[in-house]
């Protein structure tokens, strides 16, 4: 019992200590285009946009068609905007095998709780840049990027999560249950974040998903931190 209250105790410092070490800077590419300066390329890009009015709701899906009332209708997704595509914005799944999908009211519950017996642990998988601009209190932060396949720091990520690898497989006891979100119900990080973590053997029931992330909490005018 001691030794679990310890762990409980030590895992929000050992995760929220090791991610301040390793911050650093958020290397991704950006690309600006100058605003066209010609006429001729002006209408070719709203001839464009035109031609790519339809937005996929899956990688797979493009749409469906219905009868009714005696009318053939197809349900599809329209882009926000020029750059809005599937993917990335793709509709996420509400299920994941074996993990159970949450609302608002139970991530309430869920904060409640973090203080209490069992350890837990709510967390932001979204860049660390945007969970320094606003995250949902209580929630700690570790990118996608660090425990996806691959990534140098996934091994010390599954260690301070309370995991053990043990002849190359990784063992997972007396670990946290985890709250893990993203952005929105069309960002796959915290799905991802999820397979990932099942893939490795962590426990399902130690894992519950909220879908609809920063989102869905801002839409309902819930506090940010």
Not at 23 to 28: E, L, N, P, R, V
Not at 42 to 58: A, F, G, H, P
Not at 79 to 94: S, Y
């Amino acid at each position: 019992m001691q030794k679990s209250y310890t762990r409980r105790l030590l895992y929000p410092l050992l995760v929220s200590s090791y991610l301040n070490a390793n911050q650093g800077c958020d290397i991704s590419a950006v690309i600006e285009e100058t605003a066209p300066t010609f006429k001729i390329r002006e209408e070719k890009v709203k001839k464009e946009t035109k031609k790519n009015q339809e937005l996929k709701i899956t990688e797979t899906l493009t749409s469906i068609t219905i009868v009714h009332e005696n009318q053939t209708l197809r349900i599809k997704r329209t882009p926000k905007n020029q750059e809005h595509t599937c993917p990335p914005f793709c509709i996420q799944p509400m299920n994941i095998k074996g993990i159970r999908t949450v609302g608002e009211l139970e991530v309430l519950d869920f904060i409640k709780e973090l203080k209490g017996k069992q350890a837990k642990l709510l967390i932001d998988i979204r860049k660390s840049k945007q969970y320094k601009q606003h995250t949902i209190p209580g929630a700690i932060n570790i990118p996608y990027s660090m425990l996806k396949e691959k990534s140098k720091y996934q091994d010390q990520v599954l260690t301070l999560l309370g995991g053990e690898k043990r002849e190359g497989k990784w063992i997972f006891k007396s670990v946290p249950t985890l709250l893990i979100f993203g952005a929105s119900d069309e960002n796959d990080k915290a799905s991802k974040a999820i397979k990932t973590l099942l893939q490795l053997s962590y426990p399902n029931q130690k894992i519950y998903y909220y879908r609809a992330g920063i989102e869905g909490w801002t839409h309902l005018q819930l506090t940010l931190y």
